[in-house]
C-alpha cells in the first residue's frame, strides 16, 4: 500500500465522524486547487495510457501551473523518470498515486516536519508576526487569539504596526471579537509600544503574546534595523524570545509569494509560514513550493473567512484535501 492509500485510509470513507470533522477545512478550503489540479492529472491519465515523454512535459506544465515553482518541478519530474525507468513502470494510471506519494516525500524529506508553536517554558510565549501589507497579517493573529483563548490561554495582542493607517483600530476590532487585550502605544515606535506591553505581559502573567509589525519590504534596509531593535527590545523583557517569527504569505499571490519569504528570510530568523488565502486560489502547490525553495515549515494555513477557518498545518491532511479525488 503506498503513502496516499494509507492516508485515504484514514481520512476517507472509512474514517470516523471525528476524524472526518478534523480534515473538513481542509476538504473544503482546498476545493478550488483540486478541482483544477486533479481534474488535469486525471485527464492526463486518460490522454495517455503509457508512459512517454510527452506525458513527461505535460505533466510538468500542470505542476508548474499550479504554482510548484519551475526548479521543483523539474527535479521532481527527474524522480519520478528515475523511479519509471527503474520500477519499468508504462501505465500512467500507476503513476498518478506514485506522483502523490513523491510530493509527499518531496515535502518530508529526511526531515522531522516542525509545524508546532514552540511554547516557552517559563513566562509568556511572544509570536512575532511579519510580511508585507495586504497579506492578512491582523486576521490571521485574531484567529490565532480566538484559536489559544478557547483553549483557555491568557492572550495578548500588541499593536507593533505603528505605520500603516488603520492598522491598531483592525486589531482592536479582533480584540473586541475576542475579548482579548490589545495593547498600543502613542509612540511611532514599534519598539516602544512592545516593551511596554511585555513588561506587562510578564508582571501580569500572560500566557501567549501576539505582535504585530508593519509590512513594508520596499527599503529591506529599513526594515532590517526595525526588526532587529525589536528583536533587541523583547530580549531585554524576555531573554529566550520572540519564540517564534512568523511569516504571513497570500497564497493567491503565487510565486510572488516565495520572493517575499526569500526577501524575509535574509532580513531576520524566519521560524514557520503561515498561508492565507488559500481557499481563495486554484494553485495550492505553493505549499510543495515554499517548503522546496526556501526550506521554512508551514506552520499555519488560512483555509477560509471565518475564524475557525485557520490549522496548523497538517502535510497528510492537506495531502488527502488536495488529492482525495484522485
Known amino acids: 500500500m503506498g503513502l496516499f492509500d494509507r492516508i485515504k485510509n484514514v481520512f476517507g470513507a472509512k474514517a470516523t465522524k471525528e476524524v472526518k470533522e478534523e480534515v473538513k477545512n481542509y476538504d473544503e478550503g482546498l476545493k478550488k486547487s483540486r478541482e483544477e489540479f486533479v481534474s488535469q492529472l486525471s485527464n492526463l491519465s486518460k490522454k495517455y495510457k503509457n508512459i512517454s515523454e510527452d506525458y513527461f512535459e505535460e505533466l510538468e506544465n500542470i505542476l508548474i501551473m499550479a504554482d510548484i515553482g519551475i526548479n521543483t518541478v523539474m527535479n521532481f519530474v527527474d524522480r519520478l523518470r528515475h523511479r519509471v525507468k527503474n520500477e519499468k513502470i508504462t501505465d500512467s494510471s500507476v503513476l498518478k498515486e506514485i506522483i502523490v506519494d513523491e510530493l509527499l516525500i518531496m515535502y518530508v524529506g529526511n526531515n522531522i516536519i516542525d509545524s508546532k508553536i514552540h511554547i516557552a517554558s517559563n513566562g509568556p510565549t511572544v509570536v512575532l508576526f511579519v510580511g508585507v501589507n495586504g497579506v492578512g497579517k491582523t486576521t490571521t493573529i485574531g484567529k490565532l487569539a480566538t484559536i489559544y483563548k478557547n483553549k483557555g490561554k491568557k492572550v495578548m495582542l500588541v499593536a507593533g504596526d505603528t505605520f500603516r493607517a488603520g492598522a491598531i483600530e483592525q486589531l482592536e476590532e479582533w480584540g473586541k471579537k475576542t ?51 525589536i528583536n533587541r527590545v523583547i530580549k531585554k523583557i524576555i531573554p529566550d524570545a520572540p519564540h517564534e517569527t512568523l511569516l504571513v504569505i497570500d497564497a493567491t499571490t503565487g510565486q510572488n509569494g516565495i520572493s517575499q519569504a526569500k526577501s524575509f528570510k535574509e532580513i531576520t530568523d524566519i521560524t514557520g509560514i503561515v498561508l492565507t488565502k488559500l481557499d481563495g486560489t486554484a494553485k495550492g502547490g505553493i505549499v510543495l ?38
Do not use: H
Not at 217 to 225: A, G, P, S, V, W
Not at 291 to 308: M, Q, T
Open 179 to 229: 475579548d482579548t487585550l490589545v495593547v498600543s502605544g502613542e509612540s511611532k515606535d514599534p519598539s516602544s509600544v512592545i516593551y511596554d506591553a511585555l513588561e506587562m505581559a510578564t508582571k501580569e502573567k500572560y500566557d501567549l503574546v501576539l505582535v504585530d509589525t508593519a509590512g513594508r519590504l520596499q527599503n529591506k534596509t529599513n526594515l532590517m534595523e526595525e526588526l532587529s531593535k
Open 289 to 326: 513550493a515554499i517548503k522546496e525553495e526556501v526550506n521554512i515549515p508551514v506552520k499555519f494555513v488560512g483555509l477560509g473567512e471565518r475564524a475557525d477557518q485557520i490549522e496548523a498545518f497538517d502535510i497528510e491532511k492537506y495531502i488527502y484535501g488536495l488529492f482525495k479525488d484522485l
